[in-house]
């Protein structure tokens, strides 16, 4: 094993109550806590809907007991400054301090043995360029590999439900997606067949991201949407736990990437019901990767697993026939149209207007 650093925890917040307390207080049960830094982005509310489980937050910050942390440090803004800019300000600051971090959103409940699974990972595949991101979420799956193995090496997703990063690698992507790398590129995938792989996928809005989206849209989301979207599209990979380190409760309507994606059969996550996955309840972890790496035949389970509802898919598969017939003129006014349309529909794809063609 290699030499271990241990990574700070941020979590930007607003006013879920009782998933960001659940949160917080399941990761003070790790034993890695005592040296783990926390780092909390408290946004200012900017509607009156906001303010009743603001209020709880701060009441809960101001009499809570961290000690169990190596350090618990609130951001307290002044003003809104909106899910996006609230994180991006929370990595600015680790970037000063650390070469590695993990981010969580706040609907996350922790294992118990969550931070030393983190940095164990890492440290171990901090040098391997092969790995872009550490996963602390994993669907309920069975996955392919080997008997005793607990980590595995997917390259179909990169959930933002728990998630290890480090400072080299992240500044490397950043700049990838500011040079416009997924519309660069797009050609490629869609000759080689990439895109049709990557349309069974939840993201199936991967397709029409790759197409659109302004640089500084890219670095925002690069933790979920564009690392989701890289490592579908090149040989890399995540590191994901056999056994889920992490569950979402994000997925009841409360979030701001899930308030428009429930459908009346279930969500388009499938009807799994989200809120009682079961995750690893031991106190320790032991790294032990899978030495076969099976990552197609994890893919077709990963893909089965997570079939977007039809229609997402419809729209995948008119954007990959669009692009091949007008070419990428043609789609940016096909992205247009549709990013208005899917906005009077209320359809579940989040601030397409963001991904649509300049």
Known sequence: MKEIKYAPVIIPTLCRYEHFKRGIESLKK????????????????????????????????DTGDF?????????????????SKNAQGLREHVFQRYDRWISAEDDIVFSP??????????????????????????????????????????????EAW?????????????????????????????????LKKMITLRKARYI?????????????????????????MTDKYVVTPMFSKTRNYGNDGSGINTSNAIEKNGNHYRSYDYNNQPIDTSDSFTLRPDSVICREENKKL????????????IVAKIAIIVYGILGIKGYKVFATKLSNLLRRKNFSYEDLDEYKGD
């Not at 030393?116 to 171990?124: G, P, R, S, V």
């Open 208 to 232: 029409i991201y790759c197409l659109g989206g302004k640089p500084n849209i890219f670095y925002l989301l690069s933790n979920d949407v564009s690392l989701g979207t890289l490592v579908s």
């Open 30 to 61: 790790n034993a890695w806590a005592k040296y783990t830094d926390v780092y909390i982005g408290l946004d200012y509310p900017l509607k009156e809907t906001h303010w009743d489980g603001y209020k709880k937050i701060c009441d809960y910050l």
């Open 162 to 194: 728990g998630i290890g990063n480090w400072k080299r690698k992240y500044t490397l992507y950043c700049d990838m997606f500011r040079d416009n790398y997924f519309k660069k590129n797009f050609d490629k995938a869609y000759k080689t067949g990439v």
């Open 302 to 313: 990963i893909n089965k697993f997570m079939l977007d509802v039809p229609k997402n898919i």
């Open 67 to 83: 000690s169990v942390f190596k350090s618990f440090n609130v951001f307290r803004r002044e003003e809104n400054y909106g899910p």
């Open 113 to 158: 043995n969550f931070l030393e699974y983190m940095d164990k990972c890492l440290a171990e595949y901090e040098d391997d360029d092969n790995v872009i991101a550490v996963n602390g979420y994993s669907y309920p799956i069975n996955w392919v590999a080997d008997k005793d193995a607990t980590v595995i090496f997917q390259s179909s997703t990169c």
